[in-house]
């Protein structure tokens, strides 16, 4: 059951703290700092025979930061995604996005985008007033940087290795 709240989620934890002063009792904020979901660590995580599609999990040590954003989310009755406003940004909230959608069913909780450029009270209320969607573009294109990293480190790596130097 969704409280009288609503739900702010940002990357930095300082910057929750002045985001939660700014807004007051009726907003929580909650921080990710930083990414939460990423490529598997042991393996190449990205499945060549189906479009390069990127087998994204929880990093380690995140399990407990998306347990709580899920939480407080569905005990929200709206959540403004708040991370910062480049491609990196655009893909958290996308991640956090996709983590605190319900397995089954439909939520009627709103998850809406915000875009902060500055940290200043009159700037914050206006950008959660202005609230938007998540430019899919973004991330899609934070996705194929992050999948061409991984395949081109992933196979260049044990040649550097061999022929460079151990670890570079």
């Given at each position: ?6 739900l702010?989620?940002v ?9 939660g ?6 907003y929580?904020?909650k921080?990710t ?12 995580g ?20 998306i347990?709580?954003?899920k939480l ?11 991370t ?5 940004g655009?893909?958290?909230a996308?991640?956090v ?8 069913g ?5 998850v ?7 940290i200043?009270k ?13 430019d899919?573009k973004k991330?899609?294109?934070q996705?194929?940087r ?5 395949l081109?480190g992933y196979?260049s790596?044990p ?9 570079i």
């Amino acid at each position: 059951m969704a409280s009288g709240r609503k739900l702010v989620i940002v990357e930095s934890p300082a910057k929750a703290k002045t985001i939660g002063k700014y807004l007051g009792r009726a907003y929580r904020v909650k921080a990710t700092v930083g990414h939460i979901m990423d490529l598997p660590e042991k393996k190449l995580g990205i499945d060549l025979d189906k479009g390069f599609e990127p087998e994204l999990v929880p990093i380690p040590g995140k399990e407990k930061t998306i347990a709580d954003i899920k939480l407080a989310a569905k005990n929200s009755k709206e959540v403004f995604i708040a991370t910062d406003p480049d491609r990196e940004g655009e893909a958290i909230a996308w991640h956090v996005a996709e983590q605190i959608k319900p397995k089954r069913g439909v939520s009627n909780i709103p998850v809406r985008r915000v875009l902060f450029h500055e940290i200043t009270k009159d700037a914050v209320q206006l950008a959660i007033r202005q609230a938007g969607d998540i430019d899919d573009k973004k991330v899609e294109a934070q996705q194929a940087r992050r999948v061409l990293d991984r395949l081109v480190g992933y196979k260049s790596s044990p040649v550097l290795w061999k022929t460079v130097k151990k670890g570079i």
